[in-house]
């Protein structure tokens, strides 16, 4: 089981940047993907982006296309989401994931608790 904790949240101004980073630690397989959804209060949780462990290709929700980036570390089993040109519309939980791939929920069995990214108009 690999335990994933989130940290870099905070509040900016609309146009700021942020960096989210998530820490795994625990079981992992290099196949594996490690993404980032978010979710808004009554809303549903919602895929942002996605790497593999291993490297490869990165996948991003149209939303963040050309404003965030997603890296990750496997010498320091972190993962880094970068947030650019920050919109309000990016309010939300930002939640670290793991598993087998995809954008839906299902796909991924191992979740951080969230951080929480707050963007003022």
């Known amino acids: 089981q690999v335990q994933l904790v989130e940290s870099g949240g905070g509040l900016v101004q609309a146009g700021g940047s942020l960096r989210l980073s998530c820490a795994a630690s625990?079981?992992?397989?290099?196949?594996?993907?490690l993404a980032w959804f978010r979710r808004v209060p009554g809303k549903e949780r919602e895929f942002v982006a996605r790497?593999?462990?291993?490297?490869?290709?990165?996948d991003y929700a149209d939303s963040v296309k050309g404003r965030f980036t997603i890296s990750r570390d496997n010498a320091k089993n972190t993962m880094t989401l970068q947030m650019n040109s920050l919109k309000p519309e990016d309010t939300a939980v930002y939640y670290c994931?793991?598993?087998?791939?995809?954008?839906?929920?299902?796909?991924?069995?191992?979740w951080g608790q969230g951080t929480q990214v707050t963007v003022s108009s």
């Open positions: 625990g079981r992992s397989y290099s196949w594996y993907y």
């Open positions: 994931a793991s598993g087998v791939g995809g954008r839906e929920i299902r796909f991924y069995d191992a």
């Open positions: 790497i593999r462990w291993n490297g490869g290709g990165s």
